[in-house]
């Protein structure tokens, strides 16, 4: 006896179907990442995602939209950042150094961290929005609790060291930086943070 198989119309069950929205997050995070911002397209990130253009241009508009999708810039601020902020002056930077370098050991926190770093490196319109961000955001919270004369500037300074750490551990990947453990990173690093924000 044959057996006949009867297929059936219409979506296919849940378990069958593919969350292409994410898909294409992923594929745009891991280009984004690779080739900076100027350097990805949105036909590039279908073709890795193995989706239609225009489904990319569904579910995201443009590329600076998809972009500020992957990296999640929703114009908020990490509570944790915050409640770093809001703990004691002996502790503060060497808790924050902590904190932040923790969270990129993250594989995909660091493609996130080097995707941004990328684009911003790379194009002016990027460049520009990550330091709109930074200034409004992050400097001045560092800045309202900087000791001493000019903390605008003090602020500016403590930006400069990270975005410097970040680039050199997280885009260049300059050993032994690269690979240096977060307690000495720690250890070597607050000091010149805490002089900055501090210091007399």
């Not at 601020?77 to 502790?91: C, K, M, Q, S, Y």
Request: glycine share 6%; charged share 20%.
């Amino acid at each position: 006896m044959t057996e006949v198989v009867a297929h059936r119309r219409g979506r296919p069950p849940a378990a069958e179907q593919v969350d292409n929205r994410a898909v294409i997050l992923r594929a745009a995070l891991e280009e984004f990442a690779e080739h900076g911002y100027d350097g990805t397209s949105l036909r590039g990130i279908a073709r890795h995602a193995q989706v239609d253009p225009a489904l990319v241009h569904h579910y995201f508009g443009d590329k600076s939209e998809l972009f500020s999708t992957v990296l999640g810039a929703d114009g908020t601020v990490d509570p944790a950042f915050l409640a770093i902020l809001d703990g004691p002056r002996e502790t503060l930077v060497g808790d924050y150094l902590r904190f932040v370098l923790s969270l990129y050991e993250d594989p995909a926190q660091r493609e996130q961290m080097t995707a941004l770093l990328r684009a911003a490196i790379g194009t002016n319109e990027m460049a520009h929005l990550a330091r709109a961000f930074v200034s409004s955001e992050v400097n001045a919270r560092f800045a309202a609790i900087a000791a001493g004369p000019d903390p605008a500037l003090r602020a500016d300074l403590v930006s400069t060291q990270l975005l410097g750490l970040f680039v050199a551990r997280f885009v260049f990947a300059v050993e032994p930086l690269a690979s240096a453990s977060v307690d000495d990173l720690v250890a070597l690093i607050a000091p010149t943070i805490e002089r900055y924000l501090f210091g007399e």
